[in-house]
């Protein structure tokens, strides 16, 4: 079954520095997400893409948040200055057809310290 | 009010029971819902879609009343297997999905 990979599993960072969350999507997908998932609190939306550009984000998704496409295959998230309250799992997900459901990728467990 | 919302549990229920899960959703504009099941750290699955004529898949039944903004999961035979927590999704604007904050399922022997 097609899947979702998302990497790394897991990053340690410090506050005020720069991550980058991958995400390779189902290949024949053209919407993708990024939610996040705070310790003991729901799955949050945070920014979609279609056709190579941001169609809606959250109003979590501030300036220190951006994502690319920079290949055919590859989908990331860039955290610019992390913060503490950056902490949580981020979930990547893509979508065939709104209709027939979205698919999660397995999260990278970010930490901020 | 919030787009989805869900009562939070936990449900705690012996093996075979019969539980049934709700969920509301404010914006009537909405098309697309499905139910996910999320195991303890671990990303969503989708569960099932949910349909106007209500659909079936084995044990789980998934309807929607699109009158009253509700959308239900009846989970029948319960197995301890189904302990998780079970997440309602709705698609709003610019085909995001909003989860609610998902109810969480407990079967004990």
């Known amino acids: 079954e097609p899947e979702v990979t998302q990497t790394p599993s897991h990053q340690v960072t410090q506050m005020g520095q720069e991550v980058i969350l991958r995400c390779v999507p189902i290949?024949?997908?053209?919407?993708f997400y990024w939610y996040r998932q705070i310790l003991g609190q729901k799955v949050e939306f945070l920014v979609s893409?279609?056709?190579?550009?941001?169609?809606?984000k959250s109003e979590i998704f501030d300036d220190q948040f951006s994502v690319e496409r920079p290949d055919g295959s590859n989908f990331t998230l860039k955290i610019r200055s992390t913060k503490l309250e950056d902490s949580a799992m981020y979930f990547c997900?893509?979508?065939?057809?709104?209709?027939?459901?979205?698919?999660f990728g397995s999260g990278t467990r970010l930490t901020v310290v | 009010r919030k787009e989805v919302e869900q009562d939070p549990g936990p449900f705690n229920v012996p093996e075979g029971a019969t539980v049934a899960f709700n969920c509301t959703y404010s914006?009537?504009?909405?098309?697309?819902f499905f139910w996910y099941r999320q195991d303890c750290r671990k990303e969503p699955k989708l569960l099932m879609s949910?349909?106007?004529s209500g659909n079936e898949d084995g044990r789980f039944t998934a309807q929607l009343n699109r009158a009253s903004q509700y959308i239900s999961l009846l989970i029948r035979d319960s197995k301890l297997s189904d302990s998780a927590t079970y997440l309602c999704?709705?698609?709003?604007?610019?085909?995001?999905?909003?989860f609610g904050a998902g109810t969480r399922l407990a079967v004990h022997p």
């Open positions: 290949s024949n997908h053209l919407y």
């Open positions: 999704a709705v698609v709003g604007g610019y085909n995001k999905l909003i």
């Open positions: 914006n009537s504009a909405s098309q697309s």
């Open positions: 997900a893509s979508s065939e057809d709104t209709l027939l459901g979205y698919t």
């Open positions: 893409f279609y056709n190579n550009e941001i169609s809606e």
């Open positions: 949910v349909y106007s």
